[in-house]
């Protein structure tokens, strides 16, 4: 596999968000403050969130392989099919070149931002900063603050066992860079997340940590209502299609912990496996060195287990460094659209505890008060966004897992290929030693 940063990938604009009215919209422009104004789809998009140009690319890395019938190629047309409609986005962003800092109470690493966009919101073509993991923890925080309705994609855990993993080794800090590279495509990608303030301070500003000290801007009204949104309310019961997305994200995490948890065992056992594979082959070298007629057949099979030991060792680093680190991100991005359910759940509990209160009074039409209809127009927002939102994560999914299967079966086809090759190799020098007898 390529360690070389992955290719950038193109994000959706706003074009087909903007003029939608928002469920919480007022007349006046200022209740929204700076980066937040951009307004979330409204009942609408429920009927909308199918449409082609909401369906993202993924960013996923097909296999190398020279072979065009092989299964590489088909994840190549598939890219090439995410890309067609390349032209309407505008804003890239990677993440790449790593480096380590050494400083006398720390020692931690950073990565290159690179951005490119012609919005308007920025003010130049083209940054270029350096970020560390907290900054990148920093912005998911904001964007849960600021937009609570939303599902924001997650970020690689940040601990890791010391004297298991090295953090500071160059496997680790790869599979991290792309990680963190995914987090921020995913954001870019979101027709509503990329617009986002924070977000667009994080891509652009020299020194982060002043915005960090100052607390930059307040929170969105949306932000701000559910925010405060206690966890005093009881929810009776949740309408059946959320519900049905909870059950979902529960089996679903529950089946890819499964897979996880095997995945892990097996690439444990191909490693123990692979020790033995090396000890194994030199094994007939040396026994060669005694042999006459059997010298040359006796190389040959060491040479043949040093070739499927190349072989496996390739599998399992494509295992460790493709294959667990996409099962990861979704089992935490089931976390993620739970969190959100939950506070879809609470305002949806408010607003009935609220109607209720209203209807106990005794008058024979009773008003609707104006924060019972706020309530209600907060859970009308959330209904919508989360609905978009799943729709957006069903999308990639079912990109990201056609592709990571796909590659998966790929590199066991290209494993056994090159196991079968090198046995075959020692085929002919084993005939021609029983025709000279």
């Known amino acids: 596999m390529s360690g070389g ?17 928002h469920p919480l919209a007022g007349s006046s422009s200022e209740e929204a403050v700076g980066g937040d104004s951009t307004p979330s789809p409204d009942l609408l998009m429920a009927r909308s969130f199918g449409d082609k140009d909401l369906i993202l690319p993924n960013g996923g890395t097909p296999a190398d392989t020279s072979s065009p019938a092989s299964s590489s190629s088909l994840l190549n047309r598939l890219q090439l099919d995410d890309d067609i409609d390349g032209e309407t986005r505008d804003l890239f962003v990677t993440v790449d070149d790593p480096k380590k800092h050494v400083c006398t109470m720390e020692t931690y690493i950073t990565y290159r931002i690179t951005t490119k ?25 904001k964007l849960e603050e600021s937009q609570p309705t939303h599902l924001i ?6 601990f890791v066992v010391k004297g298991v993993v090295d953090r500071f080794s160059e496997e680790f800090v790869e599979t991290r860079r792309k990680a963190l590279d995914k987090f921020l495509k995913r954001i870019t990608d ?15 500003a020299k020194d982060l940590n002043a915005y960090k000290k100052q607390g930059m801007a307040l ?26 997305i909870g059950e979902y994200l529960d089996t679903f995490a529950l089946k890819l912990g499964t897979i996880d948890r095997i995945a892990q065992r097996i690439i444990k056992e191909e490693i123990e496996y692979l020790v033995e594979l090396r000890e194994y082959g030199p094994v007939y070298s040396t026994w060669s060195a005694l042999e006459g007629e059997l010298a040359e057949p006796l190389e ?8 499927c030991s190349t072989a496996l060792e390739e599998l399992t680093d494509d295992m460790t460094e493709d294959f667990l680190p996409v099962l990861r991100e979704y089992i935490l991005y089931s976390d993620s659209m739970k969190n959100v359910l939950k506070k879809r759940d609470q305002v949806q509990a408010e607003y009935e505890a609220k109607l209720e209160a209203v209807a106990l009074r005794k008058e024979d039409r009773p008003k609707v008060p104006a924060d019972v209809e706020k309530c209600q127009d907060r859970m009308e927002c959330f209904n919508a966004d989360l609905k ?8 990639n999914k079912r990109q990201d897992f056609r592709q990571l299967l796909m590659g998966m079966a790929d590199r066991n086809i290209q494993y056994y290929e090159k196991c079968l090759m090198a046995w075959e190799s020692i085929i002919p020098l084993l005939q021609e030693k029983q025709e000279a007898k």
């Open 388 to 395: 978009a939102d799943m729709e957006r994560w069903q999308n």
């Open 5 to 21: 940063p992955p290719k950038a990938l193109p994000s959706t604009g706003p074009h087909s968000l903007r003029d939608m009215p």
């Open 300 to 307: 040959g099979v060491s040479a043949c287990i040093g070739n």
């Open 117 to 141: 966009s012609t919005r308007v919101e920025f003010d130049l073509p083209e940054y270029s900063v350096r970020r560390r993991y907290q900054d990148f923890d920093w912005l998911r925080s």
């Open 190 to 204: 979101h027709p509503v997340l990329s617009f986002n303030e924070h977000f667009n301070v994080f891509l652009t």
């Open 153 to 158: 994609p997650p970020l690689p855990e940040k």
């Open 219 to 244: 929170l969105s009204r949306v932000g701000e209502s559910v925010k405060h949104v206690t966890g005093g309310y009881k929810l009776r019961s949740r309408p059946l299609e959320f519900a049905a």
